[in-house]
T-cell receptor, first 114, second 111 residues
Framework: DGGITQSPKYLFRKEGQNVTLSCEQN?????MYWYRQDPGQGLRLIYY???????QKGDIAEGYSVSREKKESFPLTVTSAQKNPTAFYLC?????????????FGPGTRLTVT | GQQLNQSPQSMFIQEGEDVSMNCTSS?????WLWYKQDPGEGPVLLIA?????ELTSNGRLTAQFGITRKDSFLNISASIPSDVGIYFC???????????FGAGTTVTVRA
């Protein structure tokens, strides 16, 4: 079964702790993305990566960090510097071949920080 | 990325009705995508549009890529209860792999 997996589905952390969200894809996609979704809002881009060992900041990168050591994996760390980390986090991936730039999303991780 | 203007923000519809929503932008896009998101889940791609003027169907869904390349609409015909959810439009420029998203249209179906 090809797809994108995110784990865990729900995550609870205390304020001041860093937390890492997992994202894995077996679609052989080159590009991977992290989005944040808040209630009643669209998706906002945190970081993206088009190739292994390289990534770029999105629109709201402050307080987050990523790594891309393998093509299949793009973990996101929410650091204690992120002022309002409680949100629904979505990972996506896309091919970069031809015209097919559609992004496919994982099931999401809901992070609650108290 | 630039946010797209998506309307309406929400709608209540009767089962069996047709539904229409649209997305506009001040910028030109080369690809328009429509997604549906169920509560607590990730968005699922419904339709992708690549050419200005293109009209594409997927079952009861029909979407069009506006001729100016600055807008797109999505129609749902003969709505059913499982059409409930949030529908997002997204646009992509050719020189950029980043999607710009609308804020979503929440659809609720009255049985």
């Amino acid at each position: 079964d090809g797809g994108i997996t995110q784990s865990p589905k729900y995550l609870f952390r205390k304020e001041g702790q860093n937390v890492t969200l997992s994202c894995e894809q077996n679609l052989n996609h080159d590009a991977m993305y992290w989005y944040r979704q808040d209630p009643g809002q669209g998706l906002r881009l945190i970081y993206y990566s088009q190739i292994v060992n390289d990534f770029q900041k999105g629109d709201i990168a402050e307080g987050y960090s990523v790594s891309r050591e393998k093509k299949e994996s793009f973990p996101l760390t929410v650091t204690s510097a992120q002022k309002n980390p409680t949100a629904f986090y979505l990972c996506a991936s896309s091919s970069m071949e031809g015209l097919s730039y559609e992004q496919y999303f994982g099931p999401g991780t809901r992070l609650t920080v108290t | 990325g630039q946010q797209l203007n998506q309307s309406p923000q929400s709608m209540f519809i009767q089962e069996g009705e047709d539904v229409s929503m649209n997305c506009t932008s001040s910028s030109i896009f080369n690809t328009w995508l429509w997604y549906k998101q169920d509560p607590g889940e990730g968005p699922v791609l419904l339709i992708a549009l690549y050419k200005a003027g293109e009209l594409t169907s997927n079952g009861r869904l029909t979407a069009q890529f506006g001729i100016t390349r600055k807008d797109s609409f999505l129609n749902i015909s003969a709505s059913i209860p499982s059409d409930v959810g949030i529908y997002f439009c997204a646009g992509l420029r050719s020189n950029d792999y980043k999607l710009s998203f609308g804020a979503g249209t929440t659809v609720t179906v009255r049985a």
